[in-house]
């Protein structure tokens, strides 16, 4: 079964924010070079801190030795569903602010988090398109950076799987379980406050 995982939603929502989520059955497909195109045109355009747009991207294509290089990096628990991705995405953000007019250059504190915008934008944008995108945590952030030889100030935040879901049946059966499981979220009491910490807001 090729799986639609609709968010089970409280309240309306636009449905590219429903229907994005994280699959692990990826087919082996190759993403249109159009709608990679898109994809990052989609995540260029992401708001941030003074428009530095600390954003970067690095894609290995399957079969290629920068492929294996970062697939090589994952944790033991994403190996097994990423070895056949189209798109491995290593995300990177620059944590310097640049020197501007009397100002010497800084550490950017948003810089993740506006990597994280330009991910959210360039998801909606997958989703739009019928591709999926799963972002990961788990690796061997040093060793990214040893092997692509990223310079200083850029720091490795999560690699990416890209490309378009596959039936759940291609997965060993212990993924199997979790690509089927239903999505859930904490309510919206636990996290949005009103007047007070902890104080849910009164709509929720
Ligand atoms: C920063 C970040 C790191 C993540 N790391 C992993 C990971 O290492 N392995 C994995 O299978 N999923 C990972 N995920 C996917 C989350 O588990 C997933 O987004 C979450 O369970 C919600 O599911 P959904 O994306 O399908 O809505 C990560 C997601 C994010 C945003």
New binding site residues.
Partial sequence: MKLD?P?PTDHPVHELISR?????AFAATPVEKEKMQRLFEAARWAASSSNVQPWRFLLTHQGTDAFRALHSC??N??KP?TQNVPILMLSVTDTIFPAKNDKPARDNPTAKHDL?LA?ANLSLQATDMGLHV??????DNGRVKEIFGLPTPYEP???TAIGYAADSSTLPDDLRG?EEAP?S?KALSDFVFESSWGEPASFT
């Fill in positions: 995982k968010a994005r989520w994280s699959p692990r994952l944790s628990g994403n569903w994280g991910l799963h972002p990961m945590a788990g690796f935040v999560t690699v979790r999505r979220r």
